[in-house]
Structures are given as structure tokens and as C-alpha cells.
């Protein structure tokens, strides 16, 4: 399974890695099932789609909802990066 992105933490005394991965609106559902890869290996998995499905299956899944994104981009708009921030005032 491709995703968005991959994190991985700076702190050696608590590592830590998380992959993101993001469908639009239009987009089919996401099956969390997909991802137990990355859980298995020790990652965090954050998805972010118009329905998410089996995520009470997998541990370390978490899924972002659209108001959760909004409050996360409220507050943190002034350290994102200008390729997110300039889709803000477009329409």
C-alpha cells in the first residue's frame, strides 16, 4: 500500500514512525486492513477518507475526521508549509 508520507521521529530515546494517508471526497473507501504492514512494523497509521473501514481491527490506527483536520489547520496554519497554506483563500 502507497501512502502520503512517512515520519519518522529525531528523538533516539523515543523512536517513532507514522505514515499518513489522505483520499479525497470523491474517493472509495479505505480499508484499514490494508495497512496492518505498517502496524505490524511499528508504525502509526493516520488516514484521512470519506469512510475508513475496519479500523477497530487494527491496532495503532488512527482516523483523522474532517473537523479534526480543520482544528489541526486553525491552529497550526502559521507552521505549514506555503503549498498547503495557499489553497486557503482560493475560493
Known amino acids: ?3 502520503e508520507c ?3 521521529s ?3 530515546k523515543r523512536v ?3 505514515v499518513v494517508q489522505v ?3 470523491k474517493a472509495e473507501a479505505l480499508d484499514a486492513l490494508q495497512f496492518t504492514d505498517f502496524t505490524q512494523n511499528g508504525y502509526e497509521v493516520f488516514l484521512f477518507a ?3 473501514l475496519n479500523a477497530d481491527k487494527v491496532d495503532n490506527i488512527v482516523v483523522i475526521t474532517p473537523n479534526e483536520l480543520l482544528d489541526f489547520y486553525e491552529n497550526y496554519k ?3 508549509p506555503d503549498s498547503i497554506t495557499q489553497w ?3 475560493f
Open 6 to 8: 512517512e515520519f519518522l
Open 50 to 52: 470519506p469512510e475508513v
Open 10 to 12: 529525531r528523538d533516539p
Open 78 to 80: 502559521v507552521i505549514l
Open 23 to 25: 483520499k479525497g471526497r
Open 88 to 90: 486557503e483563500n482560493l
Open 16 to 18: 517513532r514512525k507514522a
Open 1 to 3: 500500500m502507497k501512502v
